[in-house]
C-alpha cells in the first residue's frame, strides 16, 4: 500500500529526518489557519496517491492565509489522474539550493534491497536515470548488515551527495525496516539557501504483508473510489474493475489473468478482474457472482474454475445458491475442471437454470461467454 | 531423475499438525511421498496417524534429520513464524526448503533467502503450491492425480496455470513441475529451473509460464538463448491484465519499460521461445515441439 505524503512525512518525522513545518487540512478554512500558523505564506500540496500532481495545478504557492484558503477550496475535490483530493498538505515555503534524490527500493532482481541516490534530484529524476544514468548511482544494501553511517557515506559519495546527507540516509533505512516499507524515497531532498537539508517530499510503499505487526496503517486501504471495489474488498475479494462487458471470475491469479487474456482473444473486452483464491467456499463463490452480476456493464458472466484445492462442487453450489438469490438477468457459462469437477458439474446440471450453460474447454468458455456478452 | 525431488527424497513437514499441514501431509503421503517426519517443538515426540501410517513429530529440524536423514522440509506454519521456521531450517543445513505459505512479509523473504543461501539450503517458494514429480514424490499442494510422468518440465509462477498446463497435457506427462511461487522475492528462479532441466536426461522438454511484473521471464530469456539447448515453449499471462500498483519513480528506475506481458513475450521468442497464446495452444506447442501433435 502506497502512504499519503502526509503519512511519509510524518514518519520521516518521527525517525528524525529534517523536514519543513507542515499540516494537513480537509477544508478551505482550516488551510486558512494553518497558513497563518506557518507565518503566512505555504506550499498547497494536494494529497493523491499517484504521481504527476504537480504538473495537474495540485501544488500550488500561497502568499498569504486568505489566499491559502482560495488555493486549497480550487484543489480539494480536484480530480488527478482518477484521485479525488480530499486533504491537502500546507507546508511551509523553502528556499532550494540544491536537489537531491535519495531511495531504497527492493530490488526483485537480486531478492535484496538497493540504494538509489543522485545529485540531481527533482521532477525530471526519471529522464536523469534514463538519459545520464552514470549520474545516479545504484548500490546494493545487504539487509542483515543494513545502512551503517560508513555504508552511507559509501552511497553519498558515489551520488556525489554532501555530506549531511549521511545521517538522512542511515535514518530513511530505518523507515525501511521499521516499517516493513518496500520503498522509501524522498525526491527532492533539498539543501536550503541557509544550508539545511530538508525532505520536501516522499514516498513509502509499506508491505501489506506486514499488517500483522504494523497496525497504524489500517486494516484496508480505504482508496477505493470504485462502489463495486469497495463492495468487493469488504467481502474479502481480490477484484479489479475493468471496462469490458464479460463478467470474469476464477481461482488463482495466474488463472483469472489468463482468463482475461483469452476472453480478449475472442473479440470481447473483460469487464473485471475477480480472484476467489484456493480452496474457496460456496459463499465466497456467491458472493463473487453477486458482485459481479451487480455491475451493469456486464453482458455475460464466465466462470472459469480448476480445482486444485478448490472443489468444484463448493464452487458450484455457490453459483447455484448466487442465482438462487440474485434474480439472474445475464447468461453464465461455466467451466470446471480439476478437483470434484464431476459432482460440481452434476450440481449445475441438476438445477438447469435456463441462463446457466456448461463449457468442457477454457477456450470455448470464453468463445462463448464473448459470443452472448455480443448478443445480449 | 526429475529435478529437486524423487522417490528418494525424504520430506519433513514443518506445520504437520496444523489444519493445512495435516490435509496436505495425507495428500502427499497418499501420492506416494516419503514423509519422514513433521516438526513442532511442543508435540515433540508423539506420533500422528495418517490413515494408519504413523508420523513421528521431531522438535527441530535438527533432530528429524538426525534421526531419518530427511533432505527436503515443507514449510505450512503461518506468516508471522515462517522466518524462523526457515532459518531453523537452513541452521540444519536442509538442502531443499519448499515454502508454501502465503502472506509472508517481503522484509522476512529477503532476510531468510538470503540466510539460506549462505547455508547451501536452496528455498523454492515462498506463496508456492510446491513441486511434484510425478508417480515419485509430491512436496507441497499440486493435485498428484492431474498427470502421469513424462518428458515435460514445467516451471511456474502461478499455481492454477501450473494445473491448467498439466491438465492439457496429462496425456505426455511430467519430468517435474515446480511452482516457483509469485511473490515479489523467490528462493528459486525460472532460471535455476531451466539450468536444472537443461542437465535433466528425464526432461526432454521446458514449459515456462510467467506473467506480468519484475523481469524474471526476460532474465529467463537471455538464458535460454546462452545455455538451454532443450526446447522451451512458454506463456505469458497478464495482456488484457490492469497497470498495477506503479511503484513510483524508484520502481520505474530499477525495472524500466520490463513487466509488461508484451515485453516478455518478445524476450522470449527472440531467444527462440514459442510463446502459447492461451494455455490449450501453449499445449499444442508443445506437442507439435515433441513430434507427437
Not at chain 1, 511519509?8 to 500558523?37: C, M, N, T, W, Y
Not at chain 1, 438447469?352 to 456448461?358: G, R, S, W, Y
Not at chain 2, 509488461?260 to 524476450?267: G, L, V
Amino acid at each position: 500500500m502506497d502512504l499519503y505524503e502526509h503519512q511519509a512525512r510524518q514518519l520521516f518525522e518521527e525517525h528524525g529526518i529534517p523536514v519543513p513545518r507542515a499540516e494537513v487540512a480537509d477544508s478551505p478554512q482550516q488551510a486558512r489557519g494553518i497558513a497563518r500558523r506557518l507565518g503566512g505564506r505555504a506550499v498547497v500540496k494536494a494529497q493523491v496517491k499517484t504521481g504527476g500532481r504537480g504538473k495537474a495545478g495540485g501544488v500550488r504557492f500561497a502568499a498569504d492565509p486568505a489566499a491559502a484558503e482560495l488555493t486549497a477550496r480550487q484543489i480539494l475535490g480536484m480530480d488527478i489522474k482518477g484521485h479525488r483530493v480530499r486533504t491537502v498538505l500546507l507546508a511551509e515555503p523553502v528556499d532550494i539550493a540544491e536537489e537531491f534524490y535519495v531511495s531504497y527500493v527492493l530490488d526483485r532482481t537480486a531478492g535484496g534491497f538497493l540504494a538509489i541516490a543522485s545529485a540531481q534530484g527533482g521532477m525530471e529524476i526519471e529522464e536523469v536515470a534514463a538519459t545520464r544514468p552514470q549520474a545516479v548511482a545504484r548500490i546494493p544494501v545487504d539487509r542483515a548488515e543494513g545502512v551503517t553511517s560508513a555504508k552511507a557515506g559509501e552511497i553519498a559519495s558515489a551520488a556525489g551527495l554532501p555530506p549531511q546527507t549521511v545521517d538522512v540516509l542511515v535514518r530513511l533505512w530505518q523507515v525501511l525496516v521499521r516499517e516493513d516499507a518496500l520503498l522509501v524515497e524522498v525526491n527532492p531532498l533539498v539543501r536550503t539557501a541557509q544550508g539545511r537539508i530538508l525532505a520536501l517530499d516522499g514516498k513509502v510503499t509499506v508491505d501489506d504483508n506486514a499488517r500483522f505487526r504494523q497496525a497504524r496503517w489500517g486494516a484496508r486501504d480505504e482508496e477505493h473510489q470504485d462502489p463495486l471495489e469497495a463492495a468487493a474488498a469488504e467481502r474479502g475479494l481480490t477484484y479489479v474493475r475493468l471496462d469490458g462487458q464479460v463478467g470474469v471470475i476464477g481461482n488463482g491469479a495466474g488463472l483469472v489473468m489468463s482468463t482475461l487474456d483469452v476472453v480478449a482473444g475472442c473479440g470481447a473486452r473483460p469487464a473485471n478482474f475477480l480472484d476467489i483464491g484456493g480452496g474457496a467456499s460456496a459463499q465466497v463463490m456467491a458472493d463473487g457472482l453477486s458482485v459481479i452480476l451487480s455491475d451493469p456493464a456486464v453482458k455475460s458472466v464466465l466462470v472459469n474454475v480448476f480445482g486444485g484445492i478448490t472443489a468444484c462442487d463448493a464452487v458450484a453450489e455457490g453459483i447455484v445458491a448466487a442465482v438462487d438469490t440474485v434474480r439472474l438477468t445475464k447468461p453464465l457459462v461455466v467451466r470446471l475442471d480439476g478437483n470434484n469437477a464431476a459432482r460440481g458439474r452434476a450440481i449445475l446440471g441438476e438445477r438447469a437454470h435456463p441462463l446457466v450453460e456448461q463449457a468442457t474447454t477454457m477456450d470455448g468458455a470464453a468463445r462463448r461467454a464473448a459470443e452472448l456478452a455480443h448478443t445480449v | 531423475m526429475a529435478i529437486h525431488l524423487t522417490k528418494e527424497s525424504k520430506v519433513l513437514v514443518q506445520g504437520m499438525t496444523g489444519g493445512q499441514g495435516m490435509r496436505h501431509t495425507r495428500r502427499m503421503l497418499a501420492a506416494g511421498t516419503n514423509v519422514v517426519g513433521g516438526v513442532n517443538p511442543r508435540k515433540a515426540g508423539q506420533t500422528v496417524d495418517f490413515d494408519g501410517r504413523a508420523v513421528p513429530v521431531f522438535g527441530s529440524v535438527a533432530d528429524g534429520i538426525r534421526s531419518t536423514g530427511a533432505d527436503v522440509t515443507v514449510v505450512f506454519v503461518p506468516p508471522a513464524f515462517a522466518k524462523a521456521a526457515v532459518t531453523e531450517a537452513a541452521d540444519a543445513r536442509i538442502p531443499l526448503a519448499v515454502v508454501i505459505t502465503e502472506g509472508i512479509p517481503v522484509h522476512d523473504t529477503v532476510a531468510f533467502t538470503a540466510y539460506a543461501r549462505r547455508n547451501g539450503t536452496r528455498i523454492i517458494g515462498p506463496n508456492c503450491p510446491g513441486l511434484i514429480t510425478p508417480g515419485q514424490s509430491n512436496a507441497g499442494i499440486i493435485p498428484a492425480d492431474i498427470a502421469k510422468p513424462g518428458p515435460i518440465g514445467l516451471v511456474s509462477k502461478s499455481g492454477t496455470l501450473t494445473y491448467q498446463l498439466m491438465y492439457e497435457l496429462r496425456d505426455t506427462g511430467f519430468s517435474t513441475c515446480v511452482g516457483i511461487g509469485g511473490d515479489p522475492v523467490v528462493g528459486t528462479s525460472h532460471i535455476d529451473c531451466l539450468a536444472a532441466f537443461q542437465d535433466d536426461p528425464d526432461t526432454e522438454l521446458v514449459v515456462l509460464i510467467g506473467e506480468i511484473g519484475g523481469d524474471a521471464e526476460e532474465r529467463a530469456a537471455a538464458y535460454i538463448h546462452d545455455h538451454v539447448t532443450k526446447p522451451v515453449v512458454g506463456y505469458i499471462a497478464g495482456f488484457t491484465a490492469p497497470e498495477g500498483r506503479t511503484m513510483g519513480h524508484a520502481g520505474a528506475i530499477v525495472s524500466g519499460s520490463s513487466g509488461t506481458a508484451r515485453a516478455k513475450q518478445e524476450a522470449l521468442e527472440a531467444a527462440g521461445v514459442r510463446v502459447g497464446r492461451t494455455p490449450t495452444e501453449t499445449a499444442r506447442l508443445v506437442l507439435d515441439a515433441l513430434g507427437a501433435g
